[in-house]
């Protein structure tokens, strides 16, 4: 950095995306009659003013008329303004709290809605120069202060002039009013901001225009850079907001898509990408693994990790993790409910009322007590079901391949047709292992009683779908609750058909089983800290397909991270040419598994390009990482 240079940041539409008068125009007039139209003419004055075709005091006096502001306002809008961080601005946090000293914020916007969104970057308060409101005894804003610089025409100039900066100053913004102070003299650069909007008169007048914070320390020839030039993170399949936020606070550039995506979109999409998040409904096949050339990463942000070939994955040194327990619960909470529903024939009942069918009756009507619950698959799910079946009276009687505790009372059977037989109600749970293709089938469904409920909230390929509709109008089974279905949608609010809607006794879900906020609020945080633990730091707990290690925080200089095949003799090798290019061994970690060998070594000193090589050289290596501190 050029010595004594002080950074001038303009706030709306700079600092954050938006306009912050605009947000909070939107929550104070949300039941307002005149909603639209006045959002309208705040727009239309703040895009006048920011072009420089409209006096400022003018335009902020214009502005507030149009509004009806309390306390309450404020604290909706600062929430919202806190998501609304521009993304530059939010991976170079660093910039910000490094040169501190040297950086102010200046702003037409108010004091109550800039500082809580600026400070966590560390600027001082006494660099923080914005407008404020002024209050009635109940909280409700009465007006602001005419008396304040910023809120007179050539504010910023006024104010720029009244901080007397002996250093060179920058002006970056997006705004003519920031071009002002380059100007009147005040300012030797001024830098037009154009990442979340570009005024051509703005831009042409500019020294330079940037399109990202990054474009700073380049045009300002500052050797400060990002910390490292970001990792990109694609996330598909509408996972949680929490998510997208983590990474960005984290320095990762985010994309985030609401569907799931087609294998030609998601090779295209892939090239750029280290971290690539997905749910259930995105095949990622070995062709797809084998072009992503920089993904490092890839996060099951559900249980079900059968859409990803993990065989590709582990071949070409990519960490594969899933959340197994986050969603566990919303699915049992589902079988419950649909168990008790379909046992009182409620579904057909209230599809009949639906149509305006008064149908009271209890024939056939039953009470779950005493029923006995047959689940195939006593895992995370079917064990927890369990628990919960009894505690309502049922039975429980269960098959697994694996040797299973059984919980409570219930009772392990040796074959699945035991519980085929003696249930009134079966409910699968089993994994999406190949294997399980069709384990429920026509002979499955004979060996059932009368009467029999049936539950699919596990994978659509378990279970036979043909036999399943054959059964359903045999009459043979009383009804069923399916939440996976062949050829799911790759988007939320698709049109889909079954053979299964023809029936009336049945409950069918989209595949929800998970969809519980709580659920997608957990699931994303715990995928996303063990993602970015593993990108970051190396550590792999939670990895489905990499050997589990819990690493202490980087403490030198650098960390290198060896992905073999396992076979023996490997670590030997990577020891060998450590002690050969004279680098000192502070830490070293291993752990294999049947396919991978993981070696994380940190040393005293910067790996050179050598020595990189030679241990990208050594046979069965998959991939070599290094981890700067
Ligand atoms: N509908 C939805 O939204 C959701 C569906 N799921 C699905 O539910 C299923 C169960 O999930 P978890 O309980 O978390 O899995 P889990 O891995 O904890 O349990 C699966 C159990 O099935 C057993 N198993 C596998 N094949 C079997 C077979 N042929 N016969 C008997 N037992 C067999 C395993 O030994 C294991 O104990 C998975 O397929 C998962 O993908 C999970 C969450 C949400
Ligand atoms: O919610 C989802 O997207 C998928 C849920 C699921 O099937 C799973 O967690 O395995």
Redesign the pocket.
């Given at each position: 950095m050029q010595r004594n240079t002080t950074f001038l940041f303009d706030f709306d539409s700079t600092f954050i995306q938006v306009e912050s008068l605009e947000i909070l125009a939107e929550i104070a007039l949300a039941n307002h009659p005149e909603k639209a139209e006045r959002l309208q003419a705040i727009q239309s004055i703040t895009e006048q003013a920011m072009e420089g075709r409209y006096s400022y005091q003018e335009s902020l006096a214009e502005r507030m008329k149009l509004l009806d502001l309390n306390q309450s306002h404020l604290t909706q809008a600062i929430e919202l303004l806190k998501q609304k961080i521009t993304p530059s601005i939010l991976r170079n946090r660093a910039f910000f709290q490094t040169h501190a000293d040297n950086i102010h914020v200046i702003t037409g916007a108010f004091i109550e809605l800039v500082w809580p969104v600026v400070s966590p970057f560390g600027i001082k308060r006494e660099n923080v120069h914005a407008n404020r409101f002024i209050y009635d005894y109940e909280g409700d804003v009465l007006g602001y202060d005419h008396h304040q610089l910023l809120a007179q025409d050539q504010g910023k100039v006024k104010l720029v002039q009244k901080l007397a900066l002996k250093d060179d100053v920058i002006m970056i913004g997006d705004g003519y009013n920031d071009y002002e102070v380059k100007a009147a003299g005040l300012a030797s650069t001024f830098v037009a901001f154009t990442e979340n909007i570009t005024r051509n008169n703005v831009a042409d007048a500019a020294d330079a225009v940037i399109h990202e914070l990054e474009g700073l320390f380049i045009t300002c020839q500052l050797p400060f850079t990002s910390p490292k030039s970001p990792k990109k993170v694609l996330l598909l399949e509408n996972i949680h907001p929490f998510v997208e936020l983590y990474f960005k606070e984290n320095g990762f550039l985010v994309e985030s898509l609401p569907g799931a995506l087609n294998a030609k979109e998601l090779h295209s999409k892939l090239h750029d990408v280290s971290i690539l998040g997905i749910r259930?409904k995105t095949e990622v096949t070995a062709n797809i693994i084998e072009g992503a050339e920089k993904l490092e990463a890839l996060g099951a942000f559900?249980?079900?990790t059968?859409q990803i070939d993990i065989n590709k994955a582990c071949e070409q040194g990519i960490a594969v993790f899933n959340a197994?327990f986050s969603?566990?619960r919303?699915?049992v909470e589902l079988a419950i409910a649909e168990i008790i529903l379909l046992a009182r024939n409620a579904a057909a009942l209230s599809g009949k009322l639906a149509k305006g069918q008064w149908h009271k009756s209890s024939t056939g009507a039953h009470e779950v007590r005493g029923k006995t619950l047959g689940i195939?698959?006593?895992?995370?799910?079917?064990s927890q079901l369990s628990i919960i079946a009894e505690a309502l009276g049922m039975r429980v009687i269960f098959?697994?391949?694996?040797d299973?505790l059984p919980l409570g009372n219930a009772k392990r059977c040796h074959h699945?047709d035991e519980v085929l037989t003696q249930a009134d109600i079966v409910s699968i749970?089993?994994?999406?292992?190949k294997?399980?293709h069709h384990?429920i089938d026509a002979k499955s469904f004979a060996l059932m009683k009368p009467g029999v409920i049936f539950l699919n909230?596990?994978?659509d390929f378990?279970v036979d779908y043909e036999a399943l509709n054959e059964v359903m109008r045999s009459g043979k089974m009383k009804g069923c609750g399916i939440?996976?279905f062949t050829n799911e949608p790759h988007e939320s609010k698709s049109e889909y058909q079954t053979p299964l809607q023809q029936f009336e006794n049945v409950i069918l879900t989209p595949?929800?089983?998970?969809?519980t906020e709580e659920a997608q609020q957990h699931i994303g945080e715990y995928v996303s800290k063990n993602l970015c633990s593993y990108v970051n730091e190396g550590s792999s707990t939670g990895s489905v397909n990499f050997p589990q290690l819990s690493l202490p925080s980087m403490n030198y200089p650098q960390r290198i991270i060896h992905i073999h095949k396992n076979v023996p003799g490997i670590l030997a090798q990577i020891n060998r040419l450590f002690a050969e290019s004279g680098s000192n061994i502070e830490g070293q970690f291993l752990k294999t598994n049947q396919e991978i060998g993981y070696v994380i070594t940190d040393i005293n000193r910067q790996c050179d390009d050598k020595l990189l090589q030679q241990l990208q050289a050594i046979p069965h290596t998959i991939k070599v990482r290094v981890l700067d501190k």
């Amino acid at each position: 950095m050029q010595r004594n240079t002080t950074f001038l940041f303009d706030f709306d539409s700079t600092f954050i995306q938006v306009e912050s008068l605009e947000i909070l125009a939107e929550i104070a007039l949300a039941n307002h009659p005149e909603k639209a139209e006045r959002l309208q003419a705040i727009q239309s004055i703040t895009e006048q003013a920011m072009e420089g075709r409209y006096s400022y005091q003018e335009s902020l006096a214009e502005r507030m008329k149009l509004l009806d502001l309390n306390q309450s306002h404020l604290t909706q809008a600062i929430e919202l303004l806190k998501q609304k961080i521009t993304p530059s601005i939010l991976r170079n946090r660093a910039f910000f709290q490094t040169h501190a000293d040297n950086i102010h914020v200046i702003t037409g916007a108010f004091i109550e809605l800039v500082w809580p969104v600026v400070s966590p970057f560390g600027i001082k308060r006494e660099n923080v120069h914005a407008n404020r409101f002024i209050y009635d005894y109940e909280g409700d804003v009465l007006g602001y202060d005419h008396h304040q610089l910023l809120a007179q025409d050539q504010g910023k100039v006024k104010l720029v002039q009244k901080l007397a900066l002996k250093d060179d100053v920058i002006m970056i913004g997006d705004g003519y009013n920031d071009y002002e102070v380059k100007a009147a003299g005040l300012a030797s650069t001024f830098v037009a901001f154009t990442e979340n909007i570009t005024r051509n008169n703005v831009a042409d007048a500019a020294d330079a225009v940037i399109h990202e914070l990054e474009g700073l320390f380049i045009t300002c020839q500052l050797p400060f850079t990002s910390p490292k030039s970001p990792k990109k993170v694609l996330l598909l399949e509408n996972i949680h907001p929490f998510v997208e936020l983590y990474f960005k606070e984290n320095g990762f550039l985010v994309e985030s898509l609401p569907g799931a995506l087609n294998a030609k979109e998601l090779h295209s999409k892939l090239h750029d990408v280290s971290i690539l998040g997905i749910r259930s409904k995105t095949e990622v096949t070995a062709n797809i693994i084998e072009g992503a050339e920089k993904l490092e990463a890839l996060g099951a942000f559900c249980i079900g990790t059968n859409q990803i070939d993990i065989n590709k994955a582990c071949e070409q040194g990519i960490a594969v993790f899933n959340a197994p327990f986050s969603n566990t619960r919303s699915v049992v909470e589902l079988a419950i409910a649909e168990i008790i529903l379909l046992a009182r024939n409620a579904a057909a009942l209230s599809g009949k009322l639906a149509k305006g069918q008064w149908h009271k009756s209890s024939t056939g009507a039953h009470e779950v007590r005493g029923k006995t619950l047959g689940i195939i698959g006593y895992g995370n799910i079917g064990s927890q079901l369990s628990i919960i079946a009894e505690a309502l009276g049922m039975r429980v009687i269960f098959y697994d391949i694996a040797d299973k505790l059984p919980l409570g009372n219930a009772k392990r059977c040796h074959h699945m047709d035991e519980v085929l037989t003696q249930a009134d109600i079966v409910s699968i749970h089993v994994d999406g292992r190949k294997e399980n293709h069709h384990l429920i089938d026509a002979k499955s469904f004979a060996l059932m009683k009368p009467g029999v409920i049936f539950l699919n909230l596990s994978r659509d390929f378990t279970v036979d779908y043909e036999a399943l509709n054959e059964v359903m109008r045999s009459g043979k089974m009383k009804g069923c609750g399916i939440d996976v279905f062949t050829n799911e949608p790759h988007e939320s609010k698709s049109e889909y058909q079954t053979p299964l809607q023809q029936f009336e006794n049945v409950i069918l879900t989209p595949h929800i089983g998970g969809s519980t906020e709580e659920a997608q609020q957990h699931i994303g945080e715990y995928v996303s800290k063990n993602l970015c633990s593993y990108v970051n730091e190396g550590s792999s707990t939670g990895s489905v397909n990499f050997p589990q290690l819990s690493l202490p925080s980087m403490n030198y200089p650098q960390r290198i991270i060896h992905i073999h095949k396992n076979v023996p003799g490997i670590l030997a090798q990577i020891n060998r040419l450590f002690a050969e290019s004279g680098s000192n061994i502070e830490g070293q970690f291993l752990k294999t598994n049947q396919e991978i060998g993981y070696v994380i070594t940190d040393i005293n000193r910067q790996c050179d390009d050598k020595l990189l090589q030679q241990l990208q050289a050594i046979p069965h290596t998959i991939k070599v990482r290094v981890l700067d501190k």
